[in-house]
């Protein structure tokens, strides 16, 4: 009787981690996620070396929660449209969250927070495209959006005028 309930027992576990049927599906996830997380993290770094609110821990946590929240429906084998609106929401909750970076200080009259609002919508994406299998287009996107942060400013500033 008692081998009978360690069996169970041991049956129950594997078949609650039977999402990861072969060696071949770990990787894939494994893969997807580290991805997202170490993309994330890049933006994230270049937004902590500059001082703002939002940096390496939260990129790297919005990057890798937008891959899982495709990733887990794709295991899943959701259809084609209904991942559409797991990404419609995806997108309406990053909206929300960027949301709360942007303020603006009664005293004064620039607003704070864009560019960290607009690099967390950015960290999502690059993370659901990781999550999706498009590894390539989240690295070419990183590039593309580490080049902006770094490089925008500095040509802006060669166009503005200073008052001196």
Do not use: C, N
């Not at 797991?86 to 303020?103: E, P, R, S, Y």
Request: aromatic share 4%; glycine share 12%; no cysteine.
């Amino acid at each position: 009787m008692p081998g009978s309930w360690l069996e169970q027992v041991g049956t129950t576990i594997q078949s609650e981690f039977s999402d990861v049927p072969d060696a071949t599906q770990l990787t894939r996830i494994t893969i997807r996620l580290t991805v997202a997380a170490l993309l994330g993290g890049v933006l994230g770094w270049d937004r902590e070396q500059k001082g703002k609110s939002a940096g390496l821990r939260t990129h790297m946590l919005v990057s890798l929660g937008a891959a899982l929240y495709v990733l887990v429906p794709q295991q899943a084998g959701v259809t084609d449209s209904d991942l559409t609106r797991i990404i419609q929401g995806l997108v309406a909750g990053i909206g929300f969250l960027g949301a709360g970076a942007i303020l603006k200080k009664d005293d004064q009259v620039e607003v704070f927070g864009l560019t960290t609002a607009a690099g967390i919508w950015m960290t999502a994406a690059i993370g659901l495209a990781a999550g999706m299998g498009r590894e390539a287009t989240a690295v070419l996107s990183t590039g593309l959006a580490l080049v902006i942060l770094k490089s925008v400013p500095r040509i802006a500033s060669v166009f503005v005028k200073k008052d001196a």
